[in-house]
């Protein structure tokens, strides 16, 4: 339970931290699709017998931006690192020679990743989203091979834009550094019954919701949440011993 406690505390805490970024691009959204009046200047001219015209022109200036990263092949770069070991100049050479061939395998690998994820059509869409909006996600996932307990690596974008809730304390640019992360999915409460039967939807014991209640559930809606965390790793040590 007190696993479950925090995670929603940390949830409430991400979305309180997000909140304000989200509504900023809803309303960047909006304005890209031509409501450009607010409520109140709306009002306001209704009020003096004025139209509210608009002359919409960003789209074709997003579709040009759009377009343009269409025409560019995108995909992931594996480059082999230059060795700076303190050795003999055959042996450097031979070693950049053999990071060089793993950098090509592994490149290889990846383009059959990216080819078998539709790759390119996600990095089209999460592109399209940090355009729009200002924020836009891709996943990595694993998935059982047809027939086989094997994994393989899948690419995969977010379709929600505003399902995603990050660790707010990380720092780095593509957030890479973040602690923890939560992925969410809001579905009627029947569709909930009907994936999870036997799972309960209501409020936890304890769990401090306050005015982000209706974010988790309403009278028809039920929020879920995928839920991953980072946690430190320490290396384990061994003792060396010489017998006689």
């Known amino acids: 339970m007190g696993f479950l406690l925090n995670a929603v505390k940390l949830a409430n805490g991400a979305y309180s931290y997000a909140r304000e970024n989200m509504a900023n691009a809803e309303y960047s959204l909006s304005f890209i699709f031509g409501e450009q009046y607010t409520d109140f200047e709306i009002n306001e001219k209704q009020e003096m017998n004025r139209l509210t015209l608009t002359f919409n022109k960003l789209p074709q200036f997003v579709n040009k931006v759009t377009g343009a990263q269409r025409s560019t092949v995108h995909t992931i770069q594996v480059s082999p690192a230059t060795s700076t070991l303190a050795a003999g100049e055959e042996d450097l050479e031979t070693n950049n020679d053999k990071k060089k061939k793993v950098s090509e395998a592994l490149s290889d690998m990846v383009r059959e990743i990216e080819y078998a ?115 430190p790793f320490k290396p384990v040590s061994y003792t060396h011993l010489t017998l006689p």
Request: glycine share 6%; charged share 30%.
């Open 117 to 231: 994820s539709n790759a390119r059509a996600w990095y089209k869409m999460s592109f399209r989203h940090a355009l729009e909006g200002g924020f836009g996600y891709l996943r990595v996932l694993t998935e059982y091979q047809e027939d086989s307990f094997d994994l393989n690596i899948r690419i995969k974008g977010i379709r929600d834009r505003w399902s995603v809730l990050v660790d707010p304390f990380c720092q780095e640019p593509d957030m890479s550094d973040m602690n923890y992360c939560f992925i969410n999915e809001s579905m009627k409460k029947r569709e909930f019954n009907k994936r999870y039967p036997g799972k309960s939807y209501e409020a936890m014991p304890g769990a401090q919701l306050g005015e982000l209640s209706s974010y988790w559930e309403t009278e028809e809606m039920v929020t879920v949440s995928e839920y991953f965390r980072r946690e």
